[in-house]
């Protein structure tokens, strides 16, 4: 920590003027293939340098924390989740993490939003019809989606993307129901008109649409299980734009398949890359690659709070997002 310049590996390819001013800082080195550092890989790096910038992909377990580096003392994640990091671990050896909160909110909520409409007014099959030249023309049964003014959005963590999402779909005429560890604020309440339900399971069974927005931890796992899933009506649809792994998606897949379930909007799956074969011959599942927070403005803005964070480290600070055990301090 008392060096000029700080040994940086970056595992994934990051916006061109994050990289230079990263160049500018630090001794750092890049990943200029924009590949998934294999684990080898990852073993050196964690072996080799001061600060380790990892992003989704890259599991940073137990395992790997144990053979890293005695000058490994900061992990700047580049993104907000850190599901892929043992948090334990990395503080059990005097490790800091720090994420990026906030600056991917209104990228992801857009996104969500997007999905809510494509899904109930089926959009993507419309587009892949017009593709394939098999269009008959119009006629007043042909078609038909479900309205969503009206409705009621369900949505399952009421953080930054949570609220960003519900002052969009307030806009859209979908009345606003929501679950969370704990409640917000009441003028937040009052000025979303938003409903608290303290039962999970009960708000489930009353909602139109369920958007899952919550942080993927041990204690969300598969949180919309099998017999949750079945709780949900057969007119309902579901959109996941946080994390595969809350959604138990083997159960999901023979719902829509029995029609138990009317539509899914996935951004996310449990193991990405890899996508549970069982969605791709489902015509009422729009399927996304993880893209959710894919702007250009939303990945430079996530690379200046990694220099941020490192920066203030660097200079024998606490780093502003530091991460403990899932929370943000």
């Given at each position: 920590?008392?060096?000029?310049?700080?040994?940086?590996?970056?595992?994934r390819?990051?916006?061109?003027e994050?990289?230079?001013?990263?160049?500018?800082?630090?001794?750092?080195r890049?990943?200029?293939?924009?590949?998934?550092?294999s684990?080898?890989?990852?073993?050196?790096?964690?072996?080799?340098?001061?600060?380790?910038?990892?992003?989704v992909?890259?599991?940073?377990?137990?395992?790997?924390?144990?053979?890293?580096?005695?000058?490994?003392?900061?992990?700047?994640?580049f993104?907000?989740?850190?599901?892929?990091?043992?948090?334990?671990?990395?503080?059990?050896?005097?490790?800091t993490?720090?994420?990026t909160?906030?600056?991917?909110?209104?990228?992801?909520?857009?996104?969500?939003?997007?999905?809510?409409?494509?899904?109930?007014?089926?959009?993507v099959?419309?587009?892949?019809?017009?593709?394939?030249?098999?269009?008959?023309?119009?006629?007043?049964?042909?078609?038909l989606?479900?309205?969503?003014?009206?409705?009621r959005?369900?949505?399952?963590?009421?953080?930054?993307?949570?609220?960003?999402?519900?002052?969009?779909?307030?806009?859209?005429?979908?009345?606003?129901?929501?679950?969370?560890?704990?409640?917000?604020?009441?003028?937040?309440?009052?000025?979303?008109?938003?409903t608290?339900?303290?039962?999970?399971?009960?708000?489930?069974?009353?909602?139109?649409?369920?958007?899952?927005?919550?942080?993927?931890?041990?204690?969300?796992?598969?949180?919309?299980?099998?017999?949750?899933?079945?709780?949900?009506?057969?007119e309902?649809?579901?959109?996941n734009?946080?994390?595969?792994?809350?959604?138990?998606?083997n159960?999901?897949?023979?719902m829509?398949?029995?029609?138990?379930?009317?539509?899914?909007?996935?951004d996310?799956?449990?193991?990405?890359?890899?996508?549970?074969?069982?969605?791709?011959?489902?015509?009422?599942?729009?399927?996304?690659?993880?893209?959710?927070?894919?702007?250009?403005?939303?990945?430079?803005?996530?690379?200046?709070?990694?220099?941020?964070?490192?920066?203030?480290?660097?200079?024998?600070?606490k780093?502003?997002?530091?991460?403990?055990?899932?929370?943000?301090?």
């Amino acid at each position: 920590m008392t060096k000029c310049k700080p040994r940086v590996i970056v595992t994934r390819k990051v916006p061109d003027e994050i990289e230079t001013r990263m160049m500018e800082l630090f001794e750092t080195r890049l990943n200029v293939d924009d590949g998934p550092l294999s684990a080898d890989d990852l073993r050196q790096a964690v072996q080799g340098c001061d600060v380790l910038v990892p992003t989704v992909t890259d599991r940073i377990d137990a395992d790997l924390l144990e053979v890293a580096g005695t000058d490994l003392k900061l992990i700047a994640n580049f993104g907000n989740g850190v599901d892929h990091i043992d948090l334990a671990a990395a503080q059990a050896r005097g490790i800091t993490v720090t994420n990026t909160p906030g600056v991917l909110t209104e990228d992801t909520a857009d996104m969500t939003m997007a999905l809510i409409l494509a899904v109930p007014r089926r959009l993507v099959e419309g587009e892949r019809m017009m593709r394939s030249g098999e269009w008959p023309g119009w006629s007043p049964s042909f078609m038909l989606g479900r309205r969503i003014w009206g409705k009621r959005l369900g949505i399952v963590g009421m953080g930054r993307i949570g609220t960003a999402l519900a002052r969009r779909a307030r806009g859209f005429g979908l009345s606003i129901h929501y679950h969370n560890r704990n409640r917000v604020a009441a003028e937040i309440e009052s000025d979303l008109e938003a409903t608290y339900w303290d039962s999970l399971d009960q708000m489930l069974a009353h909602m139109d649409i369920v958007s899952v927005n919550c942080p993927h931890t041990p204690a969300t796992y598969h949180l919309l299980s099998a017999r949750r899933l079945k709780l949900l009506r057969k007119e309902a649809f579901i959109v996941n734009t946080a994390r595969g792994g809350v959604v138990d998606e083997n159960a999901l897949i023979v719902m829509l398949k029995a029609g138990d379930l009317m539509g899914a909007g996935l951004d996310v799956y449990e193991d990405e890359p890899e996508v549970k074969p069982g969605f791709f011959n489902l015509d009422n599942v729009v399927m996304l690659p993880h893209m959710g927070s894919a702007t250009l403005e939303g990945r430079v803005a996530t690379g200046e709070l990694v220099l941020i964070n490192i920066r203030t480290f660097m200079d024998g600070h606490k780093p502003p997002d530091r991460v403990i055990a899932g929370t943000t301090i």
